[in-house]
């Protein structure tokens, strides 16, 4: 018998372990780490869910960190790109060579790095209209837009904006605005209209807007967006001429006060591709074509938004009462299921001594007013800071506004927040007036009452009380005993 | 009929009041056993009454004052109260009568907007006084008619120490006056008579299942004329109530 047949398998069998060894050990893949969002700068953690994004936390030029990790590539670490797409079909090859309207990019590095920063802007940002800075701007001139993009071209960067925006206006106001222009920017609907009819010559536009400026746009384009303005998605093109060019210039239109969105989903794809990402065409990751399970040159990172406070309560009124004002109103049929508190506004600022020096010297509320919080707008950061006098929970339709002084008017509003302390804009502004009330209390005592002052305030008194209550027990022990002797007694007999 | 069902129901409502283990007692799909078989049938051992307790309460806080604060601020109409009350039956002399201890409370609570103090009218500021009364008492029951006659009456008597916590606020805040705040105890005493109408003679059969199953001894109806002088004899707030008092009672 000889062995050649049983050594000839297990050199095949070595062999083949040693080459899937081998192959796995060339095996480039991402991962998400699952360590959530990390912001860079402007981060409250005990104020922002994990992949959630608000507007309370909403700040410009904030970048966001995603952690990445890229397995298996320490030895050709600088042979390939990281990508940030976004979008809803971007992680494969196809749709990213394709420039699938639904993807765009939102960053791009070309080194073995584990995490990568995005701005926020991108990725709340539209998608369509391309909100990634430039483009998203020539995009968002869209509908109105489109007429101004054609514009930009010819007269080309900033100045093409400007006089794009007019001619723009100009021509649009004749054609585009009817259709989507100004009230396209009211309702954000329509514009979805007038954003298609935009598409072509927005894009192109995109390609020569320097970012910057074609930003302003941007947010007509989300608005486009978010009222569902598909066919707007064809400015997408334009998307990925002008990405990250703007990073860092520019305040993210969505955390502007007004700027309402709903709440929304996203995904991020990390993609990790050939040095000569420039070719698209070529792009192919390490080892594999085909994401598969365990190695991918793909890794996705779902996320949430919610940019929108909820609306402002209606039926504002506001009603005397001492140091305080008594806030009633009704929550709108429009509030969200995640309505989380309603604050309140006063103005002069609670606390403030109103005719001391520098204070308020008059109450600002003969005409029923603030000129620090409007009606419909949401309040800021640093109005809320000074302005507030109270909140109470969303299942309260009444409050109080306090510590206010008594015999001065007040301007006061209401606003609500959500479950992601996004704010909503302020209510009608109401006056009132605190006034001196005599409460139950200070009835009683005026009446010769002598009670109060707290709950120990009897103790030599208690001392009887408390006397007498252990001779009652002392008196059932007695009786319990008794009772047990006797049947005993009773048994035994 | 409909008695009969609301006899069970609240025999039902009274089981899940006052789970309690098991005797070696029960019924099975034969009927009661364990002594139950036999009418007249063993009752498991009683220790103590419990009672769920519904009632006005509207605290003497008026009376010997120069005005009347409380009818003023908080109107003439009644408040509500609602509490419970355990008694230990200590001595038992089954037929005839049980004396114990009892302990029991009850939260009441009166709002009313505050007037301004300007007399032009009243605010929009609720002022409130809430009393959490407690009493401590003894507590002697009468089984006689009940066990031994067709009637299914028992009457009681409690007497003993009461005590309240009360605190007022307006708006937001512990009312205060010359920097005192707004809360207080006082005590003094209670006594109450009663009678409580038993429900096992309407329904037998529902009152054993009840007793073997969960060790209660009888469940009914009572009503009480409970009456507390609560104000430190004289020195703290009169929150003390002259009131009737009925709920649901269990001997267990």
């Not at chain 1, 600022?349 to 007013?369: F, H, I, M, N, Q």
């Not at chain 1, 009132?432 to 009670?451: H, I, K, N, S, W």
């Not at chain 2, 299914?152 to 708006?171: D, T």
Request: hydrophobic content about 35%; some cysteine.
């Amino acid at each position: 018998m000889s062995l050649r047949p049983w050594l000839s398998k297990a050199l095949g069998a070595c062999a083949a372990l040693l080459f899937t060894a081998t192959a796995h050990a060339q095996t480039v893949y991402l991962k998400n780490n699952n360590e959530g969002v990390v912001r860079g700068t402007s981060y409250d953690p005990t104020l922002l869910q994990l992949n959630w994004f608000n507007q309370a936390n909403c700040v410009a030029n904030e970048r966001i960190r995603f952690n990445i990790n890229i397995s298996g590539a320490s030895s050709v670490t600088s042979l390939y790109h990281l990508e940030a797409w976004i979008g809803t079909a971007c992680d494969d090859k196809t749709n990213r060579q394709a420039t699938n309207s639904n993807c765009r990019r939102i960053g791009s590095v070309a080194a073995n790095v584990e995490a990568m920063n995005l701005w926020l802007r991108d990725l709340v940002g539209p998608l369509s209209g391309s909100g990634s800075g430039g483009t998203g701007g020539t995009g968002g001139t869209g509908g109105t837009g489109g007429t101004g993009g054609t514009a930009g071209l010819e007269t080309g960067g900033t100045a093409g904006l400007a006089t794009g925006g007019t001619t723009g206006l100009e021509t649009g106001g004749t054609t585009g605005l009817p259709t989507g222009g100004t009230t396209g920017l009211e309702t954000g609907g329509t514009l979805g209209t007038g954003g298609s009819g935009g598409a072509g010559t927005g894009g192109v536009g995109g390609d020569l807007a320097t970012g910057g400026q074609s930003a302003v746009a941007g947010t007509t384009g989300f608005f486009a967006e978010t009222a569902g303005a598909g066919d707007e998605g064809t400015d997408a093109v334009g998307g990925l001429e002008g990405p990250a060019s703007v990073e860092g210039e520019q305040p993210i239109s969505v955390c502007e006060p007004g700027s309402g969105t709903v709440p929304s989903d996203r995904t991020v794809f990390f993609m990790l591709l050939n040095d000569d990402n420039n070719s698209p065409a070529t792009v192919a990751p390490p080892t594999t074509t085909t994401p598969t399970t365990g190695t991918s040159w793909v890794t996705k990172w779902p996320y949430k938004y919610d940019m929108a406070g909820p609306p402002a309560p209606l039926s504002i009124h506001a009603g005397i009462g001492e140091s305080a004002l008594v806030m009633k109103w009704s929550q709108s049929v429009d509030a969200p299921i995640d309505l989380k508190q309603y604050w309140f506004l006063c103005d002069p600022p609670p606390g403030e001594e109103v005719g001391a020096a520098g204070a308020s010297s008059s109450p600002p509320t003969a005409l029923c007013k603030s000129n620090a919080f409007f009606e419909g707008q949401v309040p800021s950061y640093d109005v809320v800071k000074k302005y507030h006098c109270g909140f109470v929970q969303s299942t309260a339709t009444s409050g109080e506004a306090s510590p206010l002084q008594n015999n001065y008017t007040y301007s006061v509003g209401v606003f609500s927040r959500d479950g992601f302390d996004n704010p909503g804009p302020v209510s009608q502004v109401v006056c009132g007036t605190p006034q001196l009330v005599t409460d139950f209390y200070e009835a009683y005592r005026a009446a010769g009452g002598e009670g109060g002052g707290g709950f120990c305030s009897i103790g030599h008194v208690r001392t009887h009380a408390l006397t007498a209550l252990f001779a009652l027990g002392a008196l059932g022990l007695v009786v319990r005993r008794r009772t047990r002797q006797s049947g005993e007694r009773r048994s035994a007999s | 009929m409909k008695a009969r069902s609301l006899v069970r129901a609240l025999l039902g409502a009274a089981a899940l009041l006052a789970a309690k283990p098991a005797s070696a007692q029960g019924v099975d799909v034969f009927g009661p056993y364990g002594g139950l078989e036999n009418h007249g049938f063993v009752r498991s051992r009683q220790d103590v009454a419990f009672e769920v307790r519904f009632g006005h309460y509207d605290p003497n806080v008026d009376d010997g004052l120069t005005g009347t604060p409380y009818k003023d601020t908080f109107g003439s109409g009644h408040h509500w109260q609602g509490g419970a009350e355990l008694d230990w039956q200590l001595y038992r002399r089954p037929g005839l009568l049980s004396l114990g201890p009892g302990f029991g409370f009850g939260y009441t609570h009166a709002a009313g907007k505050a007037p301004l103090e300007s007399g032009t009218g009243v605010s929009e500021q609720d002022t409130t006084l809430g009393i959490f009364p407690m009493h401590l008492v003894a507590v002697l029951r009468f089984d006689y008619l009940a066990d031994r006659t067709p009637i299914p009456l028992q009457p009681y008597a409690k007497l003993g120490l009461g005590y309240a916590l009360w605190w007022s606020s307006i708006g937001n805040e512990t009312s205060r006056v010359n920097g005192e705040a707004a809360r207080g105890a006082s005590y003094g005493y209670v006594w109450a008579l009663g009678v409580l109408l038993r429900l096992d003679p309407l329904e037998p059969s529902a009152a054993a299942n009840a007793d073997a199953s969960l060790g209660i001894n009888h469940a009914g109806f009572f009503i009480e004329w409970f009456n507390s002088g609560l104000d430190s004899f004289g020195k703290g707030m009169d929150v003390g109530t002259n009131t009737w008092v009925a709920g649901l009672g269990l001997e267990i």
